[in-house]
């Protein structure tokens, strides 16, 4: 039962724990993307220029073609064009990837690694022999960061100087070489109090191999493998003539099965490739398909038809483990796998298409938790054949077994199929229709664990035990859980399942509108000078200097929150952290929010625009401002971060990054403002 319950909740979990980065301490100035050009002339008139970017492990840079509303697409400005030369349609780019971000609610289309984008160009001008070109970008880790790069293409020699200094790309010239060395971008400004950055752990791999090896366990509890443990170890005891040899073969045999399961992980990342895998989980095509073989693998252990292998394939792999020896044993746990297949192989292709759309290693990882789950207890009662002695005996228990994980099959499939739809914008799956087909397949699980509903390979109930009774009433409990998520309530236990809040009939709940709150509404015009209602209602400043007036006026710490509309991380702490009763009265009553947005594209007055003392970029959007403001005060450039600070502009405590453990989030808050009083 607790084998039962821990499975439940780690299925619950699963879907969302890949996408989460943990969270990090101080940044420091990052560069993560390195620029280099190159002149590829087509015809007297025509020339390719060619973008080069290196970019850092696990950093992304984005695509031209990124949907609106999700991160900053990669943005070309061509200086002083229209009477010299022009563009000829948008630059080609290199292989880009695609993943669905749910906070967003739209594709992500990435470069990792590398990437390269080439420009077409047309001479209007036959004399010119250098175009200067800007670079606007995002870069995203667990954090964001906005960059800006400046190249000039030298169209005789046919190479590109790269600049971060916006007054020397300016002012170059091919005529003045002499006072012009090539641009260095690795010269980082690191804040003097800032040195180090906490270590990253990338929990998603060991959460694949948990899952996995639960399932493991689950899967020796059905009805097509539990009952093959006594008739393996009777075969070892039998065969083997010492203990020694016994203990050794039972070794070899665990061996095997690991074996057989990993080269099947094997076998579907080498067909799809590793980076490839990942796209899966963004792709329409695959996510109906694996919606529908998922709902096949449900209807399979709920009792409609059994999969299974050719039986001849049984017959052969047992002809060959009569051999003995090493190769026996071999096809003595081939003929597990086989034999065992009408159980194990919905669960083995639920794990290899939730693995295969993570990418990378993860359907190697998957098999090697699954397998290593199967061949410990066959091994181990190899060895110790006294221990069958407390094995359950074989029953109707074991097709509880399969019904109740055919329900949570069910369940999972839904998330495929609204994956596509929320890829195709199509609302037929929305937040509201999705957690009522969820409440109706638990709901309905709970009465089949209460015996009230009964599959057709199910023994007669008498009586149901008080384990059967405890999981039902586990479930009851989620499925009444549920029921608020109807009228708008956020359902965190299962964030990442369903569809975002805001791809729903009613994004603000049943009968609610935004007009400054969900139950309150608020009067705009009695608010402070440059605020706004920000996430949760929280009176946000978006500008500095109007922020700390009010925050001197009311006698309040300040925090200031360095943000981005399309920063990825900054609304998982708002969605995730802030939402937090601890954390949100905090943030309305404590503290005076300023929030200010490193990408916003408003343009500064002429007289305001200036070039950055700290980082050499010309500064003349107010996104440009925060973004130079949060370089020269704290010396980091990454988004989210959060700075408390007194009257006098003194920082409280350590600033903060992406930290979505709300406890410690608290105790961050808490410090802060005690020692402002």
């Avoid at 000829?88 to 780019?93: F, N, Y």
């Avoid at 397949?441 to 009774?469: C, E, M, N, W």
Wanted: some cysteine; proline content about 5%.
């Amino acid at each position: 039962m607790r084998l039962f319950l821990t499975l439940f909740i780690a299925l619950i979990s699963f879907g969302q724990s890949f996408a989460q980065f943990p969270g990090s301490g101080i940044q420091e100035v990052k560069k993560p993307v390195k620029w280099e050009g190159s002149v590829n002339q087509i015809s007297d008139e025509e020339y390719e220029l060619i973008f080069n970017a290196e970019i850092e492990e696990e950093w992304h840079i984005y695509s031209q073609f990124t949907p609106d509303g999700g991160p900053i697409p990669m943005m070309f400005e061509f200086v002083d064009a229209e009477e010299n030369y022009e563009a000829e349609g948008d630059a080609k780019e290199s292989e880009t990837k695609r993943a669905f971000n749910e906070t967003f609610g739209v594709d992500e289309v990435y470069f990792s690694k590398n990437a390269t984008f080439t420009q077409t160009i047309k001479l209007i001008n036959k004399e010119l022999d250098l175009i200067k070109v800007q670079l606007f970008y995002q870069a995203c880790k667990e954090v964001c960061i906005n960059e800006e790069y400046y190249l000039a293409f030298d169209l005789t020699n046919k190479k590109a100087k790269v600049f971060t200094n916006f007054d020397e790309f300016e002012a170059y010239s091919l005529d003045d070489n002499s006072k012009k060395e090539e641009a260095s971008e690795d010269k980082p400004v690191v804040s003097e109090r800032l040195q180090k950055e906490e270590a990253k752990v990338d929990r998603g791999i060991f959460t694949i191999f948990w899952v996995a090896f639960l399932s493991g366990f689950v899967a020796l509890l059905t009805p097509c493998v539990f009952p093959m443990i006594p008739m393996t170890v009777g075969f070892f005891t039998k065969q083997s003539k010492t203990k020694a040899k016994g203990v050794r073969n039972a070794l070899i045999y665990g061996f095997f099965i690991v074996i057989i399961y990993v080269l099947l992980g094997t076998l579907v990342t080498a067909i799809f490739g590793a980076d490839a895998l990942n796209a899966l989980s963004t792709n329409v095509t695959f996510n109906i398909i694996f919606f529908v073989l998922l709902l096949v693998f449900a209807a399979s252990f709920l009792g409609a038809f059994e999969i299974m292998l050719p039986n001849s394939w049984a017959n052969k792999v047992d002809r060959q483990a009569d051999r003995g020896g090493i190769v026996g044993i071999f096809f003595m746990a081939l003929a597990l796998a086989i034999v065992s297949f009408s159980c194990t192989g919905p669960i083995v292709g639920t794990l290899l298409v939730e693995a295969a759309s993570k990418g990378g290693l993860a359907p190697i990882i998957g098999m090697l938790g699954f397998s290593l789950a199967i061949a410990i207890p066959f091994a181990l009662f190899a060895m110790f054949p006294g221990w069958m002695n407390t094995l359950p005996k074989s029953g109707g228990w074991l097709n509880t077994v399969k019904v109740v994980l055919g329900f949570l099959e069910l369940a999972l499939a839904f998330k495929f199929l609204s994956q596509a739809d929320l890829v195709l914008d199509a609302h037929w799956l929305e937040r509201e229709v999705f957690l009522a087909i969820w409440i109706a397949v638990f709901g309905t699980l709970a009465l089949y664990l209460f015996g009230k509903i009964t599959l057709p390979h199910d023994s007669p109930i008498t009586h149901i035990s008080v384990g059967r009774l405890s999981l039902g009433l586990v479930i009851l409990s989620f499925t009444i859980y549920l029921i608020p998520g109807l009228w708008g309530a956020p359902l965190k236990l299962i964030s990442g399942f369903p569809p975002p809040m805001n791809y729903s009939e009613s994004p603000y709940g049943v009968g609610f509108t935004k007009t400054g709150g969900n139950s309150t509404t608020f009067n705009e015009s009695d608010f402070p000078e440059h605020a706004e209602l920000g996430p949760h209602d929280i009176l946000a400043f978006l500008d500095y200097e109007a922020g700390l007036a009010y925050a001197k006026k009311e006698g309040k710490p300040v925090m200031i929150d360095f943000t981005g509309k399309a920063c990825i991380n900054c609304r998982k702490m708002e969605e995730r952290v802030w939402s937090e009763p601890q954390i949100l009265g905090k943030l309305k009553n404590d503290l005076v929010i300023i929030s200010l947005y490193v990408d916003i594209k408003e343009k500064l007055p002429e007289e305001e625009q200036y070039t950055s003392e700290t980082t050499g970029k010309r500064i003349r959007t107010v996104g440009n401002k925060w973004s130079d403001f949060q370089i020269e005060r704290y010396g980091v450039n990454a988004q989210p971060y959060y700075v408390l600070i007194d009257h006098n502009e003194e920082m409280l405590n350590q600033p903060a990054s992406y930290m979505p453990d709300v406890d410690e989030y608290e105790a961050w808050l808490k410090e802060g403002i005690a020692n402002f009083k």
